[in-house]
């Protein structure tokens, strides 16, 4: 139990030590609109399907080809023009236009709200992205999971399901002090800009590269 606990650990933390700035990243990007909650739930939601996604490999029973899911790199290089666009809009609208617009997302998103109350609490876009990156992120972790979770037994394999998700809410925690300490939180305001957008198209080439696809 002990040893299965340690090597639980070792292989999250060897997995995920690049997360806990992707993390950092996202939670710098915290306001009204993407809420701390948002990074939390999409981290806990993206990692767990990688879990998943190994278990089922694990035992003959993936519905993922696992050799494709280099591609997911894709989804940060997404996110991270995405981000980049938005920043470069923003900095060119007026305070006027940026007060317009405000108002008529505010209006959509009510009505929105109104009609479809329990799903959009439920289901919210910035949750998604980071769930999405998270997954792509993690696409190598399959490589560590799959044989690992194909040597243990039910009880080993529930073990360590629970050591990774107590897990990911440490990360989580170390993502949030990193966001938060004074000198990585004034460089990421001041050149956010520039950071965030360079941040996941850089996790998006890399997992492409590492997979092989390029």
Known sequence: ?????????????????DDTFVLAVWFSQVDSHFQKKDVVIGQFVGFEFLVLISVFAAYGLSFLPTDKVGWLGVIPIIVGIQKWYQYRKKTSENPEETAVKKVINHDLKFRINKRLPHLTRIIRTQMLSVAFVTISNGAG??????????EYSIGELILTVVVFTIMTGVWCFIGYTIANLPFIKDKLEHYKEIIIPIVFVA???????ESGII
Not at 1 to 17: E, K, P, Q, R
Not at 141 to 150: D, R, S
Request: proline fraction near 3%; charged fraction near 0%.
């Open 1 to 17: 139990m002990i040893a299965t606990i340690i090597t639980s650990i070792i292989s999250f933390i060897g997995t995920n030590i």
């Open 141 to 150: 972790n399959l490589t560590v999971y799959i044989p690992l979770f194909t």
């Open 203 to 209: 996790i998006g080439i890399y997992v492409l590269w």
